[in-house]
């Protein structure tokens, strides 16, 4: 049965049958077999099929959401096992963001190559999107959704993110009481001047909220660096605030947004390796619990 839930584990990922037999190298009927095999050991339908798309019903969602995350590392455990007894090493090529090790400053890939010594890391940091055909990158970690067609996407978690200003700035601007006095300010974040979603405590239901920018860069530091300015109030996520070095404050600390989101991708067209599985697996487990 572990081996049928790891399949139907990778054809949740890939969106349908067809993509998944080309990334498993395993015929669509066989994988169709094994799944309905699968789902009568279990007693339950765990995809809704139709002619053009592949859903999870409610018990197949509750089945990926917990079994996902523990069969990659299973997986990818025994790949390792198996490598390190042939004597192989891995050097494996990652894109991030550029600001990537300003939200993730706590020992984020530092932790995977303690936990897995014999892989290598070559970290690359840019915005553009890579071409997994013609550069060795093999993964992308992003904080936009990929627009490439030949790849897989996994959306792996909603940043949140919260509101900080300078001492001064709110003296002579006076503090926020609630969401909707945002519009009264200057607002720095990565969005321009596009509304924001506030989630309202306690209840999961988001407010939208239009602001006001006088200053937007892409730039963490560049945030941070303008509301200890005194240029207004920075959206920034709760992780990076610990850059600010105590010269922001946080208000409206009952609230939060989650407009930016984290994925994780890589190529349709070659499987991946045992180290490339290792970090996208150990990457979707560390976002998650981080978002």
Known sequence: ??????????????????????????????????????????????????????????????????????????????????????????????????????????????ELLKFYPELELDIHVSDDEPDFDHSPIKLLLSTQKPGMNNCTTHKVCNLASGFYASEAYLEQHGTPATPEELANHHCIYRGGEKPINVLLPYSGISLPVRIKSRFTTNSTSGIIDAAEQGLGIAIINEQSANLASRKITRILSQYQTCDEELYAAYSNNKKLSAGEKAVFNYAIARMTTIG
């Open 1 to 110: 049965m572990f081996d049928d839930i790891s399949l139907f584990v990778q054809i949740v990922r890939a969106g349908n049958f067809s993509k998944a037999s080309k990334q498993l190298g395993m015929p669509a009927n066989t994988l169709s077999r094994r799944l309905s095999g699968l789902e009568n050991k279990l007693g339950t339908l765990l995809f809704s099929r139709s002619t053009r798309s592949l859903s999870c019903t409610p018990d197949g969602e509750r089945l990926y959401k917990w079994s996902g995350v523990n069969i990659d590392s299973l997986d990818t455990a025994v790949n390792f096992i198996r490598s390190g007894k042939q004597g192989e090493n891995e050097k494996v090529h990652i894109q991030v963001p550029t600001n990537f090790f300003e939200i993730f400053q706590n020992s984020f890939f530092f």
